[in-house]
Structure formats: structure tokens, C-alpha cells
């Protein structure tokens, strides 16, 4: 049986239903953007031309991480509850009965976890620039717009928030808890950051070549942590609930 678009759409739409209705999913939405856009805003408004040109490349450099903790907490807490959410609703069962195929489940629920996640990540960069282009220093403004870390958040946002949503996804698979499943989807999430923090302190140096390669490995590992939670993604034991707090 092939994948059908039609099926993967029918629970894109359906997750997006279930956003709307969950206060917590709403509230995450809300908050992390927010949070993580004021502290780099403030620093970036608050940094002087006259400042060393090492203090201004931190300065940015951090700004700018910070921005890209959004693609990595934002889809890693909202996936982790995708599983647990809807078994704790009891609306699990009567969906894994149905003749939808695992990879279309997961693809939808991934679709719809990637779309809002990268939206407001580019959504809060838009935002930053355009407050920074107005209100910070002209020099320091110049300095933000011709940053080589630009790169990083072009290329890794849409990546970044793939591997969170796996991660997240295949941990809610087998977490029994709601709370447990968010915490560890969010520390196992972060080891491809910890790449984009080196290049934003420049301790690697964000090159154009440098980007691309470890966006392409990027690309590849998302693509493999797919085929991963396709097979963790075990119907017979959603169902029945059997090893489902395996993870405690």
C-alpha cells in the first residue's frame, strides 16, 4: 500500500485541530518566542558602537543562538506530547485502529509539528532584524546584518526543528509520562545545537562550505532518525498499552 497525501493531510489537519483545543500547546507557542526573543533584542539594543570589536561578535554571536533555541525547544515539547497527549485523551486507540500506516501517521504529526515551529522561529528572526535595523546603533545594526551567523539561522531552522520533532516523536512512543517524555525530548534534542553554538563564538568558523556540510549532515540525520521511530512505532503496543511505561 503506497503513502497517501490524502491521509498524511487528514492528520495534519487533525493535529492542528488538537492545537487550537490544548491550552498547554497554545501556551508554548506564545511563550517560548517571546522569551527567547526579548533577551537577544535587549542585548543587541543595548550594545554600544564604541564597544571592542571581540565584545560585539559575542555579543551577536549569543543574540543569535539564543534565536535558534526556538527550532530546538518549540517542536521537541509540542512532539513529545503528540503520543502521550492524545492516549491520555483516549483519542489514541480509535486513530491506530483505523488503515492509516505508520509512516503517514508520523510524517503528518512531524508536518504538523514543523510548520508552526519554523514559522515562528523565522517569524521572531524577522522580527529581531527589523527592531535591530530601527533601534540598535547603526554600526552595531550593520555588524548583526553582515554576521556570518546569518547563515546558520537560514540553513539549520527547518533542520533543527526536524530532529527535535523525531526526537520528541519517538520518545512519547515509549514514555509513559507526560512531563518525563518533555524533559527528555529537550536534553536529547540539543547535541546538533551544541554544532551551531561553536559557530556562533566562531570557535568554528561559519564559512559558507562549513554551513552546508553540516547542514547536508543535518539533513541526513533527520532523514534517518525518520526510519528509527518508524520502527519504534509499535501500533500493537500503543493499543494495548504493554511496556508503554517502559520510560519513567
Known amino acids: 500500500m503506497s503513502t497517501s497525501k490524502a491521509r498524511i493531510g487528514a492528520v495534519v489537519r487533525k493535529e492542528f485541530t488538537e492545537f487550537r483545543r490544548s491550552r498547554f500547546i497554545l501556551a508554548t507557542m506564545a511563550v517560548f518566542p517571546v522569551l527567547f526573543l526579548i533577551s537577544p533584542t535587549a542585548t543587541i539594543l543595548a550594545t554600544k558602537a564604541s564597544v571592542s570589536g571581540t565584545k560585539l561578535d559575542n555579543h551577536i554571536g549569543l543574540s543569535l543562538m539564543i534565536l535558534l533555541l526556538i527550532p530546538v525547544f518549540l517542536p521537541s515539547t509540542i512532539a513529545a506530547y503528540s503520543v502521550i497527549g492524545e492516549r491520555d485523551q483516549g483519542t489514541l486507540e480509535p486513530m491506530l485502529t483505523t488503515p492509516i500506516r505508520r509512516e503517514e501517521l508520523l510524517i503528518g504529526k512531524a508536518v504538523a509539528n514543523l510548520v508552526p515551529a519554523v514559522g515562528l522561529a523565522y517569524l521572531v528572526f524577522g522580527i529581531f532584524l527589523a527592531v535591530v535595523a530601527i533601534g540598535a546603533d547603526p554600526v552595531v545594526a550593520s555588524a548583526v546584518w553582515h554576521a556570518p551567523q546569518l547563515i546558520a539561522e537560514v540553513f539549520y531552522v527547518p533542520l533543527l526543528a526536524a530532529w527535535s520533532i523525531w526526537v520528541g516523536l519517538a520518545i512519547s512512543t515509549k514514555a509513559g509520562d ?13 547535541p546538533p545545537f ?6 556562533s563564538f566562531q570557535v568554528i568558523t561559519p564559512t559558507l562550505t562549513i554551513a552546508l556540510s553540516l547542514a547536508g549532515a543535518l539533513l541526513v540525520i533527520d532523514g534517518a532518525a525518520y526510519l528509527l521511530v518508524s520502527k519504534l512505532f509499535d501500533r500493537e503496543r500503543l493499543i494495548t498499552g504493554t511496556g508503554a511505561n517502559r520510560v519513567t
Open 178 to 190: 507526560n512531563r518525563v517524555a518533555q524533559q527528555l525530548s529537550t536534553l536529547a534534542s540539543l
Open 194 to 199: 551544541a554544532l551551531i553554538a561553536l559557530m
